[in-house]
């Protein structure tokens, strides 16, 4: 089973980019990355998804170097608003379906 | 609708009794997920739909936990007897892609979730 480990959490100041690194090192071939943020009291939300490279969108980057081993999520210029859990996803299949494994998350505290 | 429903919002139960949480997806979506989420961890994966068929349902803690799909829309999850430990917060969440292909998960729509409390 491809697991991720991520920092439990991380502190910043409202200007400051935040860099969060996830590691995977039993990625499959076929698997991709994928990000999410959560609020507290909402479900989370699709951020980000990448294979290899780099892959940017209008809310952040997903630098994933060429072993996959491993994936950063750089969010330029956070804001308070941008305090919330962030979680780092490995696509795993499962014979007959698809399980995504979520891990316990970085919870990201974003400071005046 | 313009996302994914969940009702109800808050549930509180005494422990024995049954609860039947709904969810609505996002019209169309092929894929529905159901996770269970603890307070201060992540959501762990209970069930898996393709339409109407349940292809994954190895999440699931107990034959106390039931999920059906059975229109391929509207999904329902149930939890009969319910016990202390079951209380969390149960998401739903609903994708177009079928995921049992490439291994790309498809972005996950998920609903407010549904907050049960057992006594």
């Known amino acids: 089973l491809a697991k991720t480990t991520q920092p439990i959490s991380m502190d910043s100041y409202e200007g400051q980019e935040v860099n969060i690194t996830c590691s995977h090192n039993?990625?499959?071939?076929?698997?991709?990355i994928t990000w999410y943020q959560q609020f507290p009291s909402q479900g989370p939300r699709f951020i980000i998804q990448g294979y290899k490279t780099k892959v940017t969108n209008e809310v952040a980057s997903l630098f994933i170097p060429a072993d996959r081993k491993s994936s950063t999520l750089s969010l330029p210029r956070v804001s308070l608003s941008d305090t919330a859990v962030y979680y780092c996803?490995?696509?795993?299949?499962?014979?007959?379906?698809?399980?995504?494994?979520f891990g316990a998350g970085t919870r990201l505290f974003v400071k005046a | 609708g313009a996302g994914v429903s969940q009702s109800p919002r808050y549930k509180v139960a005494k422990r024995g009794q049954d609860v039947a949480l709904r969810c609505d997806p996002i019209?169309?979506?092929?894929?529905l997920f159901w996770y269970q989420q603890a307070l201060g961890q992540g959501p762990e994966f209970l069930t898996y739909f393709q339409n109407e068929a349940q292809l994954d349902k190895s999440g699931l803690p107990s034959d106390r936990f039931f999920a059906e799909r059975p229109e391929g829309s509207v999904s329902t999850l149930k939890i009969q007897r319910t016990q202390q430990e079951d209380s969390a917060v149960y998401l739903c969440?609903?994708?177009?892609?079928?995921?049992?292909?490439?291994?790309?998960?498809?972005?996950?729509?998920f609903g407010e979730g549904s907050r049960l409390t057992v006594l």
């Open positions: 969440a609903s994708s177009l892609a079928r995921t049992s292909g490439r291994g790309n998960t498809g972005e996950l729509f």
């Open positions: 039993n990625i499959a071939t076929n698997d991709y």
């Open positions: 019209s169309g979506h092929v894929s």
């Open positions: 996803l490995v696509g795993e299949r499962n014979t007959g379906g698809f399980k995504t494994i």
